[in-house]
């Protein structure tokens, strides 16, 4: 059984730029979930697809946006960075069938310059 | 206003110590949600739990709610349990709030 995976680590961007994360979700789980962490803070949640389809969504900006894909991994998009947008992305995959438990990636640290 | 508030911030045990970490929520929840998180950002999800009491090894999570109170308890803690306690609640249509987290140091 395989966790779930963030690519990339790190990364550095201008602001102005487009950004692509992603996140390949842990075997049998159908749902993702991407969360932002500013420094010092909890985590809010950005949005959650289940079966490729969004299906919630936090208080974020449309510039940032997702995709699912039929093996369930992820990815999330955000346009026009600001510096604001600096943070660690984490995801997390789940499985409402199966009792909807979470598990979640190591994250993606973004620095917008 | 936060919907999920954890007290305390920050908490410095020796080790062995006994350790409670408490969350209070203001939202009709479907699951509170225990996470832990260690330097660099890596989340750990330790429980979730929608009534009751769950116990795995030294951790206790136990959630009230009528009380909308939760409380992480770790028995004879140590040094390797050093790490930020994030509560987070679920709601019914998927969205989610997160306490911003206790840090809690454990001294040899």
Partial sequence: ??????????????????VTLRCSS???HNTVSWYQQALGQGPQFIFQYYREEENGRGNFPPRFSGLQFPNYSSELNVNALELDDSALYLCASSSPDRGGGYTFGSGTRLTVV | KNEVEQSPQNLTAQEGEFITINCSY???ISALHWLQ?????????????????????????????QEKHSSLHITASHPRDSAVYICAVSLAGNQFYFGTGTSLTVIP
């Fill in chain 1, 26 to 28: 842990q075997s049998g």
């Fill in chain 2, 37 to 65: 998180q260690h330097p660099g950002g890596g989340i750990v999800s330790l429980f979730m739990l929608s009534s009751g009491k769950k116990k795995h090894g030294r951790l206790i999570a136990t959630i009230n709610i």
């Fill in chain 2, 26 to 28: 203001s939202v009709g």
């Fill in chain 1, 1 to 18: 059984e395989t966790g779930v995976t963030q690519s990339p680590t790190h990364l550095i961007k201008t602001r102005g730029q487009q």
